[in-house]
Antibody, heavy 116, light 107 residues
Framework: EVKLVESGGGLVQPGRSLKLSCAAS????????MGWVRQAPGKGLEWIGE????????NYTPSLKDKFTISRDNAQNTLYLQMSKLGSEDTAIYYC?????????WGQGASVTVSS | DIQLTQSPSSMSASLGDRVSLTCQSS??????LSWYQHKPGKPPKPMIY???NLADGVPSRFSGSRSGSDYSLTISSLESEDTAIYYC?????????FGGGTKLELK
């Protein structure tokens, strides 16, 4: 069974950093592009970025490129999202997703709340 | 960035109705458009890829079509489990972009 499990979410103060993890199982992790999507409260889905199989290509939505860093560890079957300089606008549910023909597998989401 | 405009932003329909949701692209994206169903408290679920292809496990009452820069998701006979927010996503260019969503409710 394909499974993606996010962790590392929680309450963080404005201006601080946070790193999310996404543990993958049930498939050959190093064969797939992987990505992150978020949904702020009451808002729609926002594509954050994605990373290819060997980390040689990483694409971001421009507004987040200077704040967020996507990485992966194929030996640990884990995807990461390093978030810095967090503001209230970054409060959201963060999903990791496997990129096939479509984003065909998703985690349940990690909740991040930015507040003092 | 490519803008995707979804219409309507919300709608209600009755069980058994034929429902069509639209997504219009601000520039040409070919068939590089997918649709996702999103229910509260759950992750998005892929419904359609490459504009017209049904994702794995999606009921055949769902279909996707394209006319120029207009893309549609059609439900041939609405069932109660279809109530959700539906998003289109273009993957022709970076950054990938989602439409604003259509909230589908039962009348």
């Amino acid at each position: 069974e394909v499974k993606l499990v996010e962790s590392g979410g929680g309450l963080v103060q404005p201006g601080r950093s946070l790193k999310l993890s996404c543990a993958a199982s049930g498939f050959s992790f190093n064969d797939y592009w992987m990505g992150w999507v978020r949904q702020a409260p009451g808002k729609g889905l926002e594509w954050i970025g994605e990373i290819n199989q060997d980390s040689s290509t990483i694409n971001y939505t421009p507004s987040l490129k200077d704040k967020f860093t996507i990485s992966r560890d194929n030996a640990q079957n884990t995807l990461y999202l390093q978030m810095s300089k967090l503001g209230s606008e970054d409060t959201a549910i963060y999903y990791c997703a496997r990129q096939g023909y479509v984003m065909d597998a998703w985690g349940q989401g990690a909740s991040v709340t930015v507040s003092s | 960035d490519i803008q995707l405009t979804q219409s309507p932003s919300s709608m209600s329909a009755s069980l058994g109705d034929r429902v069509s949701l639209t997504c219009q692209s601000s520039q040409g994206i070919g068939n590089y458009l997918s649709w996702y169903q999103h229910k509260p408290g759950k992750p998005p679920k892929p419904m359609i890829y490459y504009a017209t292809n049904l994702a794995d496990g999606v009921p055949s009452r769902f279909s996707g079509s394209r006319s120029g820069s207009d893309y549609s998701l059609t439900i041939s006979s609405l069932e109660s489990e279809d109530t959700a927010i539906y998003y289109c996503l273009q993957y022709d260019e970076y950054p990938r972009t989602f439409g604003g969503g259509t909230k589908l409710e039962l009348k």
